[in-house]
């Protein structure tokens, strides 16, 4: 499998969909629902999800050009419920025989490179040209499962998702930091409130979770469900799911050799966060640049309990638990 350089892109002067689809994209700027953003000033709601505007455009073009591969494999993700680490622990699973423990590929590469993050790769004109990487391509995202184009139901998909409650700090941390210039910092009052009326990047939090679990449970083949707090307590049992679920679970030798082991230690945050190229380095996404280390906060479960009253706890857990009834998903404590 090949991790993503900077892909080529398809140079041919704009054609008659993509001018099309920007003439779309602007009618429904001008008439879908908008709301207080968290990065940007507004989100729009585009079929039952808020979206950054730019990533409603991604979506549009997503449906118009990506042709997806039986061999494909997602990761998917609620924004701040463990992808940095989740891609780590799925690039090192699946390049286990590549690169050695000592000097990995991610002792010199952010794990935000090793995978091509979908909605920033599909912006602008001409068309990033994902057909030559080689298989399986690993593409990550954060669109909610009924976003995306039909075709990927033949892919396999890994879905992390995160307690709301952590969610919620995590995200309201990053975004202030990479939060328009222009804007005021947005206030975790403010924050709190959007995120329990749903509004927040690629949310309602719940109606995403919903759309992954619902999937899942059509599809337990193509769709590995797992939780960030699992991750937490038994990040060996979750790395051999990795490795089976992608085709090719650990062999006895690799069982000899500690393998799983070595993974879990090569990405764990204290190692990942300490290394010069996540201290230090960038990612580029579409024209946004964010420091690596922006990634890389506290990496724990229960933070919120330094920032949410009792009330707010009440408030979150009781929206969660009449979302998400029935679904057999739980969070937190009850979880
Ligand atoms: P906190 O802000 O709570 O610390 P994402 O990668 O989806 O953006 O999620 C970021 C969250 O995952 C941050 O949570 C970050 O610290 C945490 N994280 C990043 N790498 C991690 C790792 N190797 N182990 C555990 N948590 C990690």
Redesign the pocket.
């Known amino acids: 499998m090949s991790t993503p350089p900077s892909l080529p892109r398809t140079e041919t002067k704009e054609d008659a969909d993509y001018i099309k689809i920007c003439e779309e994209y602007n009618y429904l700027i001008e008439t879908i629902p908008k709301g207080n953003g968290w990065r940007v000033k507004h989100l729009y709601n585009y079929n039952g999800f808020w979206l950054n505007p730019i990533y409603i455009k991604a979506n549009l073009l997503l449906h118009a050009y990506f042709k997806s591969h039986p061999t494909d494999i997602f990761l998917a ?13 799925m690039i090192s699973t699946i390049n286990r025989h590549r690169y050695n423990f000592c000097d990995h590929h991610l002792h010199h590469h952010g ?2 490179t090793t995978f091509s993050f979908l909605e920033s790769e599909l912006h602008s004109y001409p068309i990033t040209d994902f057909t030559n990487m080689s298989a399986p391509r690993l593409f990550a995202t954060h669109f909610p499962r009924t976003l995306l184009p039909s075709s990927v139901t033949s892919c396999k998909f890994i879905y ?1 998702c ?1 307690d709301p409650k ?2 919620l ?3 309201w ?2 975004m202030n930091k990479i939060r328009d210039k222009d804007l005021p910092p947005l206030s975790f009052a403010e924050a709190f409130e959007l995120f329990c009326k749903g509004i927040s990047d690629f949310g309602p939090f719940w109606e995403h979770v919903l759309s992954y679990r619902r999937a899942s449970l059509d599809a337990p083949d193509k769709i590995l469900f797992l939780k ?1 707090e699992e ?2 307590e038994q990040p060996e049992v979750v790395v051999r799911k990795l490795a089976a679920f992608m085709g090719e679970p650990f062999t006895m030798e690799e069982d000899e050799e500690r393998v799983a082991e070595n993974i879990v230690n090569l ?7 300490n290394l010069e190229v996540n201290k230090k380095g960038v990612t580029k996404f579409g024209k946004l640049v964010v420091d690596n280390r922006e ?6 479960i229960g ?1 919120w309990k330094n920032y949410l009253t009792e009330e707010m706890k009440e408030r979150i857990d009781g929206i969660i638990h009449e979302k998400l009834k029935g679904s057999g998903l739980t969070f937190g404590e009850s979880a």
């Open positions: 993700s609620f924004m701040k419920s463990g992808t940095t680490w989740l891609k780590a622990l794990p935000q992390i995160r952590d969610v700090i995590s995200k941390f990053f960030y991750v937490k990405c764990n945050f204290e190692n990942l966060s990634f890389f906060r506290k990496g724990k933070d």
